[in-house]
């Protein structure tokens, strides 16, 4: 015997209350959807070392990635942050848009040495610019970071167990 499409419950329902329920679930459809679209992939991460500390940091490798940044996190672990790669070297920026957490960040050369070191303020919308054209990578910890571990401008952060150029070839940041 061959089972009803529609439950003898729902067709006793008027007309109007179908079409309701139907216009619902479709409106949860609908609103669901950009926050599939833009949830982030899996997250990739490296070990950096900076003189004697580690930080296990998030990569943020293509543009959505680097566009999404730390936004919507409401805690950083200790010795966390996410490191930006960017394809070339040049002059790049930061906002710190539906970002809550007070940041440090460091701007950094293709060899890992620290540029310069900024502070960010939660939800700020102002463009905080490197000063420098040779910026290659970007890392964001939280605010007081390198400054609590002695890190200053001209220090060098290296990938744990392999070299920049092997790190970005593995990881399709490419030198």
């Known amino acids: ?63 959505e990635e680097r566009s999404h940044g730390l936004q919507g996190r409401f805690s950083l672990d200790p010795d ?37 070191i900024r502070t960010m303020k939660p939800l700020d919308m102002h463009l905080v610019w490197s000063s420098s054209s040779r910026v290659r990578m970007a890392l964001e910890v939280s605010q007081g970071w390198f400054q609590s571990h002695g890190i200053h401008e001209g220090d060098h952060v290296e990938p744990v167990g392999e070299t920049w150029e092997e790190c970005l070839a593995r990881i399709g940041g490419s030198p």
């Open 80 to 116: 966390t942050g996410m490191l930006f790669l960017f394809p070339r070297e040049g002059r790049v920026s930061f906002w710190m848009y539906r970002t809550v957490l007070p940041l440090s960040l460091a701007f950094l050369d293709a060899t890992g040495s620290i540029l310069e």
């Open 1 to 63: 015997m061959k089972q009803p499409i529609l439950s003898p419950r729902w067709k006793k329902r008027p007309l109007w209350s179908r079409n309701l329920t139907l216009g619902a679930a479709i409106l949860v459809c609908l609103f669901s959807l950009p926050a599939l679209c833009l949830a982030p992939a899996t997250p990739r991460f490296l070990v950096l070392a900076l003189g004697s500390y580690r930080l296990r940091v998030e990569l943020a490798v293509t543009p």
